[in-house]
DNA sequence: ACATTAAGTGATT
DNA sequence: AATCACTTAATGT
């Protein structure tokens, strides 16, 4: 895809308008790669080297934490996001410690890490930008550690449902059991049983291949 | 019609 | 909440 489209910039002014002068934009669509990956692919894998930094401009990426074939799923990044933990990737040449698959189709712009150095000094905007990506991170973070040790496996599902349902703003989820069961890291029985309960109490509808939201 | 994949369930730990 | 073992239902070829 080509980078002078006229869309790009549209696009990036509807996500980052609000952040980024029209100065760093400019700049931003001189050196950015427009780049998308489809449903399913995959963006970054555990161990790998990032190159790029990327700018979200539209869809959805589940950010996966993975330890010998066991997986959770940490959160969901969309437009108007980056992956925060890439700049650090990026500028010490680190390996990633996440795994990160496209949950919806996503539209991007890649940034070369040797311009975020410069970047970083030269806009007061994309500093803050880096550092409150970092922070909001962090609080998802906390907030995964918080319902993994305080919640039930139940109220575990329902967030976790809710949570797609939003990011996605659709209320009717076309998911397996199997991947519900894989992403919490528990059993495919175990989300089943849940998946009844909660259909049987009227917060869910659930049938093959779907799962529709119906309280909030 | 047959095979494959998804979902439901009782019993046990 | 996890696991096993099995059944039933939905779907693809």
Same mark, same amino acid.
């Given at each position: 895809?080509?980078?002078s ?7 990036l ?6 952040l980024?002068e029209s100065?760093f934009?400019d ?6 790669f427009r780049?998308?990956?489809?449903r399913?692919g ?5 161990g790998?080297?990032?190159t790029?930094?990327?700018?979200i401009?539209?869809g959805v990426i589940?950010?996966i934490?993975k ?5 959770l799923? &940490?959160? #969901? %990044?969309e ?5 925060a933990?890439s700049?650090?990737n990026?500028i @010490?040449?680190q390996?990633?410690i996440?795994k990160g698959?496209v949950e919806e189709?996503?539209?991007?712009v890649l ?13 007061e ?8 990506s970092y922070h909001f ?9 918080d319902d &993994?040790? #305080? %919640?039930?496996?139940?109220?575990r ?8 349902? @939003?990011t ?10 199997q991947?519900?069961?894989t ?7 175990v989300?089943?049983?849940l998946?009844k309960e909660?259909?049987?109490?009227g ?7 779907k799962i ?5």
């Amino acid at each position: 895809m080509l980078i002078s489209e006229p869309t790009l910039r549209e696009k990036l002014e509807e996500n980052y308008s609000h952040l980024f002068e029209s100065k760093f934009l400019d700049e931003i669509i001189k050196v950015g790669f427009r780049s998308s990956i489809k449903r399913g692919g995959l963006l970054i894998d555990i161990g790998e080297e990032m190159t790029h930094i990327p700018l979200i401009l539209s869809g959805v990426i589940k950010i996966i934490r993975k330890e010998n074939k066991k997986e959770l799923v &940490l959160y #969901f %990044l969309e437009h108007g996001d980056t992956c925060a933990i890439s700049f650090a990737n990026c500028i @010490n040449r680190q390996q990633s410690i996440f795994k990160g698959i496209v949950e919806e189709d996503v539209d991007m712009v890649l940034l070369p890490v040797d311009k975020i150095d410069k970047w970083l000094v030269k806009y007061e905007s994309f500093r803050h930008f880096i550092i409150d990506s970092y922070h909001f991170r962090l609080l998802e973070m906390v907030e995964s550690i918080d319902d &993994l040790a #305080f %919640l039930k496996m139940k109220e575990r599902l329902l967030k976790y449902l809710k949570n797609i349902a @939003n990011t996605s703003n659709d209320l009717n989820l076309e998911i397996t059991h199997q991947e519900v069961a894989t992403d919490l890291n528990t059993s495919r029985v175990v989300i089943t049983r849940l998946l009844k309960e909660l259909h049987d109490e009227g917060k869910i509808y659930s049938k093959r291949n779907k799962i529709e939201i119906l309280e909030n």
